[in-house]
């Protein structure tokens, strides 16, 4: 089991940036797809960037392409998800996932963290 521990949300003007890191221990992770979801109030969690074990493969969900980068450190076992031109609607919490097989569905994810609060003020 992989035990994940997100930082880096908080408050922000529409407009503005935030970089989400997310740090990773146990098993092994680099050989592993990592991905950030968000949740909003009522609604599903989606997938809002995934990244294969290699940086090889990038998804990004159609509402923050070109806005939000994700990357990762292999020697730091950490992921990033550096997210620019926030706005409202970004509002959620955000959570990173270790993918026990592919990349683009929550329920090929196995393990998950507490997730971080991101909201974005008009």
């Known amino acids: 089991q992989v035990q994940l521990v997100e930082s880096g949300g908080g408050l922000v003007q529409a407009g503005g940036s935030l970089r989400l890191s997310c740090a990773a221990s146990?098993?092994?992770?680099?050989?592993?797809?990592m991905g950030w979801f968000r949740q909003a109030p009522g609604k599903e969690r989606e997938l809002v960037a995934a990244i294969s074990w290699s940086g090889g493969n990038i998804v990004y969900t159609d509402s923050v392409k070109g806005r939000f980068t994700i990357s990762r450190d292999n020697a730091k076992n950490t992921v990033y998800l550096q997210m620019n031109s926030l706005k409202p609607e970004d509002t959620a919490v955000y959570y990173c996932a270790v993918a026990a097989r592919g990349m683009l569905y929550v329920g090929e994810y196995d393990d998950w963290g507490q997730g971080t609060q991101v909201t974005v003020s008009s």
């Open positions: 146990g098993r092994t992770f680099s050989t592993r797809a």
